[in-house]
């Protein structure tokens, strides 16, 4: 085990000890808490909705889903694991959080980071202003624990107790920060598989909290993030199981952005080999989460909280196997990348809706801090509430219809050996020479979603300033982009939304105005990018 693993028991006696010395301390001022909601937050890592990534969590879906609602048109404002993430913790788009990658030059977890924007996270503020015990179990951001900013003794703010990963996502041989201490885990899967410890932890805080204040409760899975490592009682499971062939199935993306257009079509049976046993690992990995919410209901339903309690499920980001002949990754506009899963039960939620509604990860916050009582307009969030839609107070005619997805490139500075004729700029290259990003795969979405139109418009930070759009309507696997067929007033009006989104902060993202046709604005691309002084050098020292 190590010697700085602790025991259960002095883990169990640590946690209560906490629990009751901050109780003291904070029910004179919220006295009356714990009449409010308690809320989960269960957050996986790349798990997609479009290939079918619910079909393992059969347990998941009942417990949660069907017990409450389901968002088919849920999206993440970036479909990268950092800056998604930091759009989820500040209710921010990127541009407004200035996380844009995985790395710690990219702001992911920076001083920076942790100065300017972990202060007013939705948890900070449960915490502070509402009375909130809190809990957070599991990754966070991509480079916490980072020697250079401040290491695993560095604890967020607005968490009661903490057991952060440090780094990205592993099953086994990983360190946690327990409270700031580190705390070492090797590869016995009885004490030390990552999903199994943060269920155990989860229901441990459960067991020993404080029944005085209401709580909030993250927890942030590997699954199904690689190296895909099963439990062993699961690793056999799926054995039959490929990636859907869906009809983009390495397909060649001959009308998009130069990056898809290099992929080669069709894959090497090596390559459909390799995402196909990608594709059965990352399923056999998502069984422990179904076993992990499965504990969590039932331990909720066992102290008489359940009814009481708001549980959240979903991913920071969605994910592709094969789809335009790209073996595997994220990064993409596409919506296999920017689709996520989203489930919700809890008070005044009737079971088994599915709601059509535009929502993004950039709401979670909101709704999290509204479920409390917090007034969402004295912060700084971009996004909206969605509450009054799951209580089903609010209708299409009085919810917006825009969503803004950003994402910025990265690309190496030498050439790769073995891809030479690639150049530099390109990284997350295969044995084939496909590469899955460049420095200039930046690009900026809206994703409209409305009764009158069901679009997506994109526009890339490159020298073709190239531009995309799809009819999702009558083309949702996005085969044909039809950026030089489609109408030049809706290319105007698109142009002008994106624009707006691209420049909003706070209300003005929530309400980013009413186009109109009396108006003509100029399609020029050219004008998005040009005053994003916050943006950093895009090839990496590799």
Known sequence: MGS???SLGRFSSCLLICVILWSEQSCGLFGQSNRRPNIVLILTDDLDIMMGGLNP???TKKLIGDAGISFTNAFVASPLCCPSRASILTGKYPHNHH?????????????AWQKSEEPQTFPALLKT???YQTFFAGKYLNQYGHPGAGGV????PGWSYWLGLEKNSKYYNYTLSVNGKAQKHGADYSKDYLT???ANRSLEFLQYKSSYQPFFMMVSTPAPHSPWTAAPQYQDSFNNTKAPRDPNFDVHGKDKHWLIRQAKTPMTNSSVQFLDD???KRWRTLLSVDDLVESIVKKLETRGELENTYIFFTSDNGYHTGQFSLPLDKRQLYEFDIRVPLMVRGPNIKPNQTNQLPVANVDLGPTILDIAGYNVNKTQMDGMSFLPIMQG???SSSWRTDILVEYEGEGRNVSDPACPLLGPGVSECFPDCVCEDSYNNTYACVRTVAPSANLQYCEFDDNEVFVEVYNMTADPYQLNNIAKTIEQEVLERMNHRLMMLQSCAGQTCRTPGVYDPSVRFEFNPRQMFSSHSWRLGRLRLK
């Open 4 to 6: 700085n693993r602790v």
């Open 278 to 280: 990608a594709f059965r």
């Open 196 to 198: 199994d410890v943060l």
């Open 393 to 395: 107070k609010i209708n």
């Open 57 to 59: 969590l059969s347990k």
């Open 129 to 131: 202003y509402g009375g």
């Open 99 to 111: 996380v844009i990658n995985n790395t710690l030059e990219g702001n992911c977890s920076s001083t």
């Open 153 to 156: 003794e560095h604890v967020p």
